[in-house]
T-cell receptor
């Protein structure tokens, strides 16, 4: 099973601040995903990223969100101006054939 | 949008009992995946299903891909305390970047 790590494990920020969440897949993959999970709810798709560009995004992924893979390894999710409702677990996932493997997540708390 | 309805929402069972949970959708999926999530951790893939009618086992877990491609079930036999957690079904949408649509989850509690 492919391994995915995420940093930080927990991020606390003030409303309106920018945050960057990082995902580091251990081996080379082409497809990357970000999902979020509000406490007690289901996992929701945010964005898929293939060949260094966004291939699909959900309605949650508005102009405040962006993704990039700046150095060909790390895969980042940036939230420019956080809102209270952005508080959630954020999971990075990689695709291996037709299976997706998730990282341990970053818990984002917006105060 | 596409939605998965997963049931039951929660189950409280005795150790050794069998468990069954299922997911239904109004949309067709090409792949069904079942995940388990422990508190504060990411979902862990249990079983992947690729063909309608497929029945796949992984230890005490058995899952089936429905004939209509709109449903799937997961069975856990002879439950043990470490089976406790939240189980999610997920349908893979190929033509939308391969995103996963998740069910609401089934929270399983096992009493020793």
């Amino acid at each position: 099973e492919p391994e995915v790590t995420q940093t930080p494990s927990h991020q606390v920020t003030q409303m309106g601040q920018e945050v960057i969440l990082r995902c580091v897949p251990i081996s080379n993959h082409l497809y990357f995903y970000w999902y979020r999970q509000i406490l007690g709810q289901k996992v929701e798709f945010l964005v898929s990223f293939y060949n260094n560009e966004i291939s699909e995004k959900s309605e949650i992924f508005d102009d405040q969100f962006s993704v990039e893979r700046p150095d060909g390894s790390n895969f980042t999710l940036k939230i420019r101006s956080t809102k209270l409702e952005d508080s959630a677990m954020y999971f990075c996932a990689i695709r291996d054939v037709n299976e997706q493997f998730f990282g341990p997540g970053t818990r984002l708390t917006v105060l | 949008g596409q939605q998965l309805n997963q049931s039951p929402q929660s189950m409280f069972i005795q150790e050794g009992e069998d468990v069954s949970m299922n997911c239904t959708s109004s949309s067709i999926f090409n792949t069904w995946l079942w995940y388990k999530q422990d508190p504060g951790e990411g979902p862990v893939l249990l079983i992947a299903l690729y063909k309608a009618g497929e029945l796949t086992s992984n230890g005490r877990l058995t899952a089936q891909f429905g004939i209509t491609r709109k449903d799937s079930f997961l069975n856990i036999s002879a439950s043990i305390p470490s089976d406790v957690g939240i189980y999610f079904c997920a349908g893979l949408v190929y033509n939308q970047g391969g995103k996963l649509i998740f069910g609401q989850g089934t929270e399983l509690s096992v009493k020793p």
